[in-house]
Nanobody, 122 residues
């Protein structure tokens, strides 16, 4: 059974940092795109970042220069380092995995975690 489990969420002041982790089990994701999405209250889930198996990364414009996605294929784990956090970054963050396609679309992702809350206070 495939499971993705996020951790590292919490409450932080604006300008602060958090590091999210997503640990996968049940299969190897070394040849998958591993991504992060987020959903703020009353809004649709949106793309944040994704990492190709070879380390190539793609970011939403809203987080470029502040967030960094990385992965450790040996540990079947990927990360989202979030710096210079803003109140508008407040959301539930989800990790996800896909073999490819339109990698910024959530419909392309086959595996999902349960989400972790990130709250940024002003």
């Amino acid at each position: 059974q495939v499971q993705l489990v996020e951790s590292g969420g919490g409450l932080v002041q604006a300008g602060g940092s958090l590091r999210l982790s997503c640990a996968a089990s049940g299969r190897t994701f070394s040849n998958y795109y591993m991504g992060w999405f987020r959903q703020a209250p009353g809004k649709e889930r949106e793309f944040v970042a994704t990492s190709k198996w070879n380390g190539e990364t793609t970011y939403a414009d809203s987080v470029k220069g502040r967030f960094t996605i990385s992965r450790d294929n040996g540990k079947n784990t990927w990360y989202l380092q979030m710096n210079s956090l803003k109140p508008e970054d407040t959301a539930v963050y989800y990790c996800a995995a896909t073999l490819g396609g339109r990698i910024t679309l959530l419909s392309e992702y086959n595996y999902w975690g349960q989400g972790t809350q990130v709250t940024v206070s002003s």
